[in-house]
């Protein structure tokens, strides 16, 4: 099965940045998408970035804020975010195969919570 498992969550104040971390497998890198989701108190979970061969995607309440990149040497998925808002505030998990059309993914982490305080 795949391992998806993320790190770097924490509590920070609006205005600052954290870099959250998903560490996979080689295979899964080279097998899958990737991307990162989050769920904010009391709502769905949304998509919030994907990177494939074509480049990243990000949804419009992080795009100009966020950043999804790939270290292939350390199996890892970053995604950093600055001028956190506490709208921000959620559980951010790691997923492979993330779907743009249908906000979907084959599967994902156990997430790690975000909170960002005013």
């Known amino acids: 099965q795949e391992q998806l498992v993320e790190s770097g969550g924490g509590l920070v104040q609006a205005g600052g940045s954290l870099r959250l971390s998903c560490t996979t497998s080689r295979r899964t890198l080279q097998r899958n998408s990737m991307g990162w989701f989050r769920q904010r108190p009391g709502k769905a979970r949304e998509l919030v970035a994907t990177?494939?061969?074509?480049?990243?995607y990000y949804t419009d309440a992080v795009r100009g804020r966020a950043n999804i990149s790939l270290d292939n040497d350390k199996n890892t998925v970053y995604l950093d975010i600055n001028n956190l808002k506490p709208e921000d505030t959620a559980v951010y998990y790691c997923?492979?195969?993330?779907?743009?059309?249908?906000?979907?993914?084959?599967?994902w982490g156990q997430g790690t919570q975000v909170t960002v305080s005013s």
């Open positions: 997923a492979t195969a993330p779907n743009k059309i249908t906000g979907t993914a084959s599967s």
């Open positions: 990177i494939g061969w074509n480049g990243p």
